[in-house]
């Protein structure tokens, strides 16, 4: 087992938030996390999160904020996983993505099919849908500072 490194962009509108749908055939449950992903040997973190929303959405996105760092460990598929996940806040460069409720595309890295949306906060804040990491909505909440990126 190895600890995974990713980068995550939380990118808000009017207190909602893009994420993209999961789902753990091993407990049945369905969550959701920013969108983002591994980052490759030789790549800073930002990279990849730039990397990664032009290969999920074929789009481009701003990089606001210095990264927060969370260390994230998880069950999945019955598995233990551990995560070092770099969030930045991030924005959409094109602004058609903030009029669109959802959008389905593929992850060129596992070839799987996902759904991307925008969910109100306060569905996280309630209990009734799951934001992953699991800190990440207390992190959303606490009003914390984010440096901004230059």
Not at 33 to 46: K, N, S
Not at 78 to 85: A, D, F, M, S, T
Request: charged residues 25%; proline residues 5%.
């Amino acid at each position: 087992m190895q600890i995974r490194n990713i980068a995550i962009g939380v990118i808000e509108d009017n207190d909602r938030i893009f994420v993209f749908e999961g789902f753990d055939p091993a407990d049945n449950s369905v969550f959701y996390r920013p969108l983002g992903g591994g980052i490759d040997f030789g790549e800073l973190a930002q990279e990849a999160l730039v990397r990664e929303f032009q290969e999920e959405l074929n789009t481009r996105i701003t990089i606001e904020s210095k990264p927060r760092v969370m260390e994230n460990r998880f069950e999945l598929y019955g598995r233990p996983c551990h995560e070092i996940v770099f969030v930045f806040k991030a924005s959409f460069v094109d602004p058609e993505f903030y009029s669109h409720r959802e959008f389905t595309s593929c992850d060129e890295g596992s070839n799987s099919a996902f759904t991307a949306k925008w969910i109100p906060l306060a569905d996280f804040r309630s209990g009734k849908l799951t934001l992953v990491p699991e800190n990440l909505l207390q992190l959303l909440d606490s009003h914390a500072h984010w440096l901004p990126n230059h």
